[in-house]
């Protein structure tokens, strides 16, 4: 049974756990004197122990932003980061297309939820904005991953990583919705708006796409930084990953709405559409992104769990694993072969 705690050790991911001499700090809470007795492992992503999910010396930072109100139709992302870091806890470490462990190597601290005013849609994104600005503060060259929660948490985010930067940064969106509805039920600040309300500070490139309405198109077509590649496209061959590649600036956001994958193996969605990614293929697109751009920060969102289908929970454990992995992916020596 491989992800079982060590008893030797408060978690995964570092060889040495000890405290410190004469430390009374237990494991996860555990007082110190109990600490050998077959604790599950700690709730954080991938179970990492204090060591290798201490924030001084972590390369990645998961912050969790389990929010939902302007949900339209199936429920339930505010369930989305928990279920991510649960499932996150039985992943393998390592990485066959690496050729590492590669969350105890970079060190990966998992912030608390965040859990936003409920006075409405827009004071809650306003209060995220300035939580963003303080993580990006406080985390310094640490890399940020958020977990939505609705996909209008990827607003306030993307406001916040454009300011630091005086070229304008572009958005890969990944998603079958274009998001770009100037409003949505009278919200500005709806899941379907979170793309309209970059577009002043961001171009977007948008991949994935297949359901979007006539007034996104009149948006798009106003807007010359709003380039979009639809999920048909995407199925004949694989001449859009150039395409998407040209399109990007130097400096690049990922938003991955995790309904951009196909609802066959991804159906813990809000409003799952046919005809989505695979995993594979995307993956190694998102490598190449990784490795030819800077991308200065991500999200993965919309995960809405269905109880008892786990496998759709652990796929996106294991995208953010795949995506922090390849943010990093020029420490690692890569694939194994044997
Ligand atoms: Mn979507």
């Not at 969790?64 to 429920?75: A, C």
Request: include cysteine; charge should be negative; charged fraction near 25%.
């Amino acid at each position: 049974m491989p992800n079982r705690r060590d008893p030797e050790h408060q978690g995964r991911g570092s060889s040495n756990a000890e405290p410190a001499p004469g430390s009374s700090r237990g494991v996860g809470g555990v007082p110190h004197p109990l600490r050998e007795l077959p604790w599950e492992l700690p709730h954080t992503f991938l179970g990492l122990d204090e060591e290798a999910a201490a924030f001084e010396t972590a390369s990645a930072v998961i912050l969790p932003v389990p929010y939902e109100s302007t949900t339209s139709y199936g429920g339930g992302a505010k369930a989305g980061p928990g279920a991510i870091v649960e499932a996150s806890r039985f992943i393998e470490l390592f990485d066959q297309e690496l050729g590492a462990e590669v969350g105890p190597a970079l060190g990966i601290h998992t912030l608390p939820s965040v859990e936003l005013t409920r006075a409405g849609a827009t004071p809650a994104m306003e209060e995220l904005r300035r939580v963003h600005d303080a993580v990006l503060d406080a985390a310094g060259d640490r890399f940020v991953l958020m977990l939505g929660g609705e996909h209008s948490v990827s607003s306030p985010a993307i406001q916040s990583h454009a300011a630091r930067h005086d070229e304008r940064i572009t958005v890969l969106q990944l998603d079958a919705h274009a998001d770009l509805r100037p409003e949505y039920e009278g919200s500005p600040n709806s899941h379907a708006s979170a793309m309209a309300r970059v577009l002043d500070v961001a171009d977007v490139v948008a991949v994935g796409l297949r359901a979007v309405c006539a007034e996104e198109m009149e948006v798009a077509a106003a807007h010359d930084g709003v380039h979009m590649i639809w999920a048909d496209e995407m199925w004949e061959d694989d001449r859009w990953m150039d395409r998407a590649m040209e399109l990007l600036g130097p400096k690049v956001y990922i938003t991955y709405d995790v309904d951009y994958l196909d609802p066959s193996f991804m159906p813990s969605t809000g409003t799952p559409e046919p005809g989505g990614g695979d995993w594979y293929r995307t993956n190694r697109f998102l490598k190449r992104v990784f490795a030819e751009r800077d991308v200065v920060g991500c999200d993965v969102v919309e995960l809405a769990p269905t109880p008892g289908l786990h496998a759709p929970d652990f796929l996106v454990a294991k995208l953010v694993y795949k995506l922090l992995g390849y943010r990093f992916q020029d420490r690692f020596p890569g694939p194994v072969f044997r």
